[in-house]
């Protein structure tokens, strides 16, 4: 487990809105940000951020790759041919 690095690191939404209520634990998660992305090999990304006040909250704390329903719903996928497993 010591050897996988992971690409991303999530923060779930749970998270998010406990940093969106609770100026102290938003201080601690802006200064655990560094050691986060020391560990991932790409960066941190925030999930379910569904209001401008989280959206704010994020990029307050410099968390900058986001995910959740206020930048887009959810999507089928469209598939160019039949048994291709890759998505374009």
């Known amino acids: 487990m010591a050897q996988l690095i992971p690409d ?6 749970s998270t998010m809105l406990q940093a969106v209520s609770s100026e102290k634990f938003r201080w601690f998660l802006k200064h655990l940000l560094p050691a986060l992305r020391m560990y991932s090999t790409e960066g ?3 999930e379910g951020i569904e209001t401008e006040k989280e959206l ?5 704390i410099g968390i900058y790759l986001v995910q959740g329903f206020l930048l887009g719903r959810p999507q089928e996928l ?9 998505v374009d």
């Open 56 to 60: 704010r909250v994020v990029k307050d």
């Open 44 to 46: 941190v990304s925030a």
């Open 8 to 13: 991303y690191i999530k923060v779930d939404r």
């Open 78 to 86: 469209k598939q160019k041919n039949q048994g291709q497993s890759k």
